[in-house]
């Protein structure tokens, strides 16, 4: 008995078959969360619903305020009406705190019938407008030309400006909620996130809900570089035209070169001096799509597409690189830079690349880090060196990332993870020195070149 009540509450021990505790504190705030989301959004809130009909095409507005406010934009809910539709339905406030709503049937001049109009929340008496007698205790402010009602008891409002005011005071109401019931539908929100998370079990193992997410993003990105319009995204021009000097071309170009004025921007600035290799691997990437006689910005647009879904396929296969581009999938503003060409997409790359090859123990960095004869080990020595170049041909802005990795390093010798003796220290500096000779050498051709 002892032993199956401490399987029940210690914290890694299954509670329930499936889950380990953790897993169960995770469901249970989610499920607050989602009550808590519930309860304020749905059953807090009053629903109106509207039957009418418009000659014009205009907007209806509720405004709410509560005792001595002022009706405000920023307490209002609205819907477009438009003509040949009548049913209309949405969500307010909550009634309970206000004390007064506002009504607008139109914000240009229309004619508005208004059949009916029902106010319902959870808890509280339904307000109901149907006949004249109900319509009237609607109070007109203003910008109103006229009010008729016919035999069915339809209001008739004629608007005369953009902003026809009707007011209603609500009657005390006391909140007399259905405990019993909302208790149940909490119960079941509790009940289908179980069902879900225990249907989606293998899905948390090793974190392969992101694997989903990685696919879900990119193509997001894929559509979003397929269908919007050329030069739509900042700057994208000027990063076109510098890759597209490269597709034909090895060596930098000289300085006020007349092939490249259209190159330059409104600021008199062109990429193609930024000392940036994307522009080079970008143009030998058009090149080699030059047959299918697409769209140069298409092109370009796949080449970063390409990046991202390289950084997708190895979330997929390590499970913590998918910790690591965790915030590609959950921020927009990241993923957005994949989906058109711009140079801060290959520097974001080659950032998470080298995150890829520290955080996987068996990457050649970690073969090179070895305790084995150097003889062994060269040729990763000098792939960790060229990798590292690369943040060397970066944008200026990634160069902080540099920080970050000696940080890093530090972080793993405080571990004891990497022992930085004299053996390590000195197969850091060979890899140092590969970066800075492979940038040397670049430079070099562009002084070559330029002076």
């Known amino acids: ?15 329930l078959p499936g889950f380990t505790g953790r ?75 206000v004390k007064k709503i506002r009504i607008d049937v139109a914000e240009k001049p229309a004619k508005v019938s208004l059949h009916e109009i029902r106010i319902t929340q959870e808890g509280l008496p339904e307000l109901h407008f149907a006949s004249e007698a109900d319509f009237k205790k609607l109070i007109p402010l203003g910008g109103i030309a006229g009010i008729t009602f016919d035999r069915s008891g339809t209001m008739q409002v004629v608007a005369d400006n953009g902003d026809p005011q009707m007011e209603f005071l609500l009657p005390p ?22 069902l879900l998370a225990l249907a989606s079990r293998p899905l948390w193992d090793d974190y392969n809900y992101l694997s989903f997410m990685a696919v879900f993003v990119l193509a997001l990105v894929v559509v979003m570089a397929s269908v919007s319009k050329y030069n739509q995204h900042p700057d994208e021009f000027v990063h076109v035209y510098a890759a597209e000097y490269y597709q034909n071309h090895l060596l930098p170009p000289e300085i006020g070169s007349p092939e490249i004025r ?26 080699l799509f030059a047959p299918f006689h697409l ?78 004869p150097l003889g062994r080990v060269w040729f990763k020595l000098f792939l960790a060196g060229l990798l590292f170049s690369l943040l060397l041909f970066s944008k200026l802005n990634f160069y902080f990332f540099i920080i970050f990795l000696f940080l890093y390093l530090a972080w793993l010798h405080w571990r004891h993870e990497l022992r930085l003796n004299k053996k390590t220290l000195c ?25």
């Open 262 to 287: 259209h190159t330059y921007s409104p600021y008199g600035v062109s990429r193609l001096f930024s000392g940036e290799i994307v522009y080079l691997l970008a143009g030998k990437f058009m090149e």
């Open 23 to 97: 897993q169960h504190v995770a469901i249970l705030i989610l499920g607050i969360i989602l009550s808590l989301c519930y309860h304020n959004l749905v059953v807090r809130r009053a629903v109106v619903d509207l039957r009418l009909n418009t000659d014009t095409r205009t907007v209806f507005k509720v405004y709410w305020a509560a005792a001595g406010q002022l009706y405000s934009e920023k307490r209002m809910a609205r819907v477009v009406i438009s003509p040949g539709r009548s049913d209309y339905s949405f969500r307010i406030c909550n009634l309970a705190a």
């Open 427 to 451: 197969r850091l500096g060979m890899i140092g020195a590969v970066a800075l000779v492979a940038f040397s050498l670049v430079r070099g051709t562009d002084y070559a070149v330029n002076g």
């Open 173 to 194: 109401m006391v909140y007399q909620p259905d405990y019993l019931a909302e208790g149940m539908r909490v119960l079941c929100i509790f009940g289908l996130l179980y």
């Open 295 to 372: 769209p140069s910005y298409l092109i370009l647009r796949f080449f970063n597409v390409t990046l991202f879904a390289v950084l997708c396929a190895l979330a997929i296969g390590s499970s913590p690189f998918r910790i690591a581009m965790l915030p590609f999938f959950i921020s927009p503003q990241i993923w957005y830079m994949f989906s058109y060409f711009n140079s801060d997409a290959f520097a974001l790359f080659v950032c998470m690349i080298v995150v890829y090859v520290l955080i996987r123990k068996k990457s050649f960095f970690w073969q090179a880090m070895a305790d084995v």
């Open 1 to 15: 008995m002892a032993k199956e009540k401490e399987n029940l509450y210690t914290g890694n021990r299954l509670l």
